[in-house]
């Protein structure tokens, strides 16, 4: 099972970035998968989350409104939309799958891909 993300960088205030996890070895329409964000000095934390059969999508309340989850069944991937970026988003950025429900707990995870970092900053 592998975890490939993409799409992190720098952007200013304001600004917009998609990033995208693509999954080989297994089939998101039954993981769940979240985003997880990791500041310097700080724990990692789920801001995000997509359930597997239903589709729903959980949001953390710091993201609501800004942020965005989809799937792609026939890619078997999904993409973060991030709009309105402020300077408190700057993190390192990891995407996680596993079976059954969405869990803001990392260890509900088996499957992590490798960080994207994301730098807001004018």
């Known amino acids: 099972v592998q975890l490939q993300a993409s799409g992190g960088g720098l952007v200013q205030p304001g600004g917009s970035l998609t990033l995208s996890c693509a999954a080989s070895?297994?089939?998101?329409?039954?993981?769940?998968m979240a985003w997880f964000r990791q500041a310097p000095g700080k724990e990692r934390e789920a801001f995000i989350c997509?359930?597997?059969?239903?589709?729903?999508?959980y949001y953390e309340d710091s993201v609501k409104g800004r942020f965005a989850l989809s799937r792609d069944n026939a890619k078997n991937s999904v993409t973060l939309q991030m709009d309105d970026l402020e300077p408190e988003d700057t993190a390192v950025y990891y995407c996680?799958?596993?079976?059954?429900?969405?869990?803001?707990?990392?260890?509900?995870?088996?499957?992590w891909g490798q960080g994207t970092q994301v730098t807001v900053s004018s």
């Open positions: 997509i359930s597997g059969s239903e589709g729903s999508v």
């Open positions: 070895g297994l089939s998101l329409d039954y993981y769940a």
């Open positions: 996680a799958t596993d079976l059954g429900r969405c869990s803001s707990l990392p260890r509900a995870y088996n499957y």
